[in-house]
Nanobody, 115 residues
Framework: QVLLVEAGGGLVQPGGSLRLSCTASRSIFSSFVMGWYRQAPGKQRDMVAS???????NYADSVKGRFTISRDDASNTVYLQMNVLKPEDTAVYYC?????????WGQGTQVTGSS
C-alpha cells in the first residue's frame, strides 16, 4: 500500500503561479510512473503531466510551456510547478502512481484560478 499526500492548492489570480507537491509514504519512484491529473466539475479526469521511472516527462497540450513536473527522490516527493495560470486550469488536481500491477491516487487538492 502507498499513501500519496498532496499539498499546495489554493486560489490564484490569472497569470499567477502555484506549486503542488505529492509525497509518497515510501520510496516508489523506481517502480512507478508518477503523474498529475485534474478534474473540473462535470468533466472527466484528465492527465496533466507525468514523469517516468527514467525521468522522461510528458504534458497535456493545454499546459505545455506553463507547467513543469519534477521529483525529488530523496524525499519521495513529486512537484507540479504551474505558471501563467488560467481560469480554465481550475480543477481538483490528483497525484497518481502507476505501477505494473497497482496504482494509487492521492486525495486531491483544489486549484482555483480566478480574479
Amino acid at each position: 500500500q502507498v499513501l500519496l499526500v498532496e499539498a499546495g492548492g489554493g486560489l490564484v489570480q490569472p497569470g499567477g503561479s502555484l506549486r503542488l507537491s505529492c509525497t509518497a509514504s515510501r520510496s516508489i519512484f523506481s517502480s512507478f510512473v508518477m503523474g498529475w491529473y485534474r478534474q473540473a466539475p462535470g468533466k472527466q479526469r484528465d492527465m496533466v503531466a507525468s514523469i517516468t521511472i527514467g525521468g522522461s516527462t510528458n504534458y497535456a497540450d493545454s499546459v505545455k510551456g506553463r507547467f513543469t513536473i519534477s521529483r525529488d527522490d530523496a524525499s519521495n516527493t513529486v512537484y507540479l510547478q504551474m505558471n501563467v495560470l488560467k481560469p480554465e486550469d481550475t480543477a481538483v488536481y490528483y497525484c497518481n502512481a502507476k505501477g505494473v500491477l497497482f496504482g494509487y491516487w492521492g486525495q486531491g487538492t483544489q486549484v482555483t484560478g480566478s480574479s
